[in-house]
């Protein structure tokens, strides 16, 4: 939800709290959501995110995007292990002996942590009732309207997230759009490179198999 439509929420909610009396035995809850305006899964989620960090991708970026779902703890612990863990013992090491900073570890477990607090909400279905939000947007005059309007139809969700990456790109890693091209053909390059180093792990191992069960 866009943080612009919670304010004008609270906003608006501010004004009605301030002209009408509720029952107090009747708590007035609003659920600034968009259940039943706009659902998104979140497979609609990843999906959107792996089209947008390809158009508009981050600087020098190490491996390309992936994110593999699974409801099995076990699955979830040997993958965080293999995909997060590991490599992050390694560029830490490299950037350690380089003399930087280590980071990547303590970043895969706060990662981790974060994943593990948000399995129950992200594998659940969740369905929030938003009729008191959609009452309110009858009672705001016509002339304010326009400046006021907290409907969600008005928003383009894959906007939203285009300009979420931008804005992380330049408020929080401090890129320049301008190097956005250099961005793309680094990503190209990065994409045929995971792909290659993919294809020949897997060969690699078949190989391996096969010469295992020929012994």
């Not at 490299?94 to 970043?107: D, E, F, N, R, S």
């Not at 409907?151 to 969700?157: G, K, M, Q």
């Not at 290659?196 to 391996?208: D, F, R, S, V």
Request: charged share 20%.
């Amino acid at each position: 939800m866009p943080v612009d439509i919670v304010i004008k929420g609270i906003i608006i909610t501010t004004w009605q709290l301030g002209l009408n009396t509720f029952p107090t035995d009747q708590p007035f809850i609003l659920n600034c959501a968009s259940s039943n305006k706009k659902n998104l899964s979140l497979q609609g989620v990843i999906k959107m995110g792996f089209q947008l960090t390809k158009e508009i991708p981050l600087e020098g970026i190490v491996w390309t995007p992936n994110t593999t779902l699974t409801s099995s703890s076990i699955t979830y612990y040997i993958l965080t292990i293999l995909l997060h863990i590991l490599p992050a013992m390694l560029i830490d090491l490299i950037l350690k002996l380089a003399k930087y900073q280590p980071m990547l570890i303590k970043m895969q477990r706060k990662i981790y942590v974060a994943n593990c607090a948000l399995k129950h909400f992200a594998y659940n279905e969740w369905k929030f009732e938003n009729n008191n939000v959609m009452k309110l947007l009858t009672l705001i005059p016509p002339k304010d309207r326009e400046v006021f309007s907290i409907d969600i139809l008005n928003i383009d969700i894959k906007d939203m997230y285009r300009n979420g990456i931008i804005g992380a790109k330049l408020y929080l890693l401090h890129e320049d759009m301008n190097r956005l091209d250099a961005a793309k053909t680094h990503r190209k390059r990065m994409d045929l490179f995971v792909t290659t180093l993919k294809t020949i792990t897997i060969i690699g191992l078949l190989w391996m198999i096969y010469k295992w069960i020929c012994t």
